[in-house]
């Protein structure tokens, strides 16, 4: 991180009153919308000076908009999150994420507003987490995510009133490399193998299943939903050392293709495919369940390939 960057974040600690009005929610959340869940740096920059507010009264304003964005058809319980990340160029950039339910499926399937958060960074190329703000205090469930996560140390938790550690909210946790695991989520171990060749799995779905983080099954894995008229959407596994909170590809797809205002239905999706490793496959139930939830979508299209070493 920049000095610079360094400035930036600095005010974190600072309990503010700032927040939109209903019509400025609405104009940010079509922007965030239209943006598939995310604010770039310029827009940040712009927002902050629009308002005259600091960059943290603007991360905690932005919890209400965030939740906008939740799907919770059982809690009727919206959460909203959103990550600080620094990408590639160390731009800083919010990355929105919000709960996703699913009717007449165990909860155990549900998106947390964290883990989408998380997730929305993770596919769209954040480096390094700085901050993670919520709108409500992370259960013990979100906690334990983020306990996988490479910046777990060093990242801020910001609630509407307070601000934590993550080691403060989760004392003795257990982790990744109780597990001999050394790698972390955003910090994988190399890739050295890729997927035999299949003329009929789209190139961008291999390439995506072969970045997932699963240290303990060793299940690469994703999912792409295809719309009719709004693009492609990709999820991809990421695990976690208790193995409960790890989130599912397809979960992490749905919850991406939410955080473009899209909704789950046969006028919106044309089709899903699932690309699972050859011989650790563990996600074709799970993700029939899910889709359950929902009338008249296509079929799940469901892909095995062996990997192959390349180096």
Request: glycine share 4%; with cysteine.
């Amino acid at each position: 991180m920049t000095a610079s960057t360094s400035s930036v974040l600095k005010d974190s600690l600072n309990k503010t009153t700032f927040s939109f009005d209903e019509s400025q929610r609405t104009a940010l959340f079509n922007q965030v919308k239209t943006q598939h869940g995310l604010l770039f740096a310029a827009d940040i920059k712009a927002l902050c000076a629009q308002y005259t507010i600091t960059h943290d009264e603007l991360l905690r304003a932005c919890l209400p908009v965030a939740s906008l964005f939740a799907v919770a058809p059982i809690s009727h319980f919206l959460v909203g999150a959103v990550v600080v990340g620094i990408d590639c160029d160390d731009a800083i950039n919010f990355y929105f994420g919000a709960n996703v339910e699913f009717a007449k499926q165990p909860l155990s399937l549900v998106v947390h507003a964290e883990q989408s958060a998380i997730n929305n960074a993770w596919l769209k190329g954040a480096q390094t987490i700085v901050q993670i703000a919520i709108s409500d205090a992370p259960c013990g469930y979100c906690r334990q995510f983020m306990n996988e996560l490479a910046d777990a140390e060093k990242f801020d938790i910001l609630l509407p009133d307070q601000q934590f550690k993550l080691n403060q909210l989760l004392p003795h946790a257990f982790g990744p490399k109780d597990l001999g695991n050394n790698y972390s989520l955003f910090n994988p171990a190399p890739q050295t193998q890729t997927f035999e060749a299949n003329a009929d799995i789209d190139t961008a779905l291999t390439k995506l299943a072969l970045t997932a983080y699963v240290p303990y099954t060793a299940n690469y894995c994703a999912v792409k939903i295809t719309t009719f008229d709004n693009g492609c959407f990709y999820g991809c596994y990421a695990e976690n050392a208790a193995y409960s909170p790890s989130l599912a590809p397809l979960q992490s797809a749905i919850s991406q293709l939410h955080l473009a205002g899209l909704s789950m239905n046969d006028t919106t999706v044309k089709s899903i495919e699932l690309l699972q490793t050859k011989g650790v496959e563990n996600q074709l139930h799970v993700s029939e369940s899910v889709l359950a939830s929902y009338s008249n979508l296509p079929a799940l299209i469901a892909y095995s390939l062996a990997l192959i070493k390349t180096c």
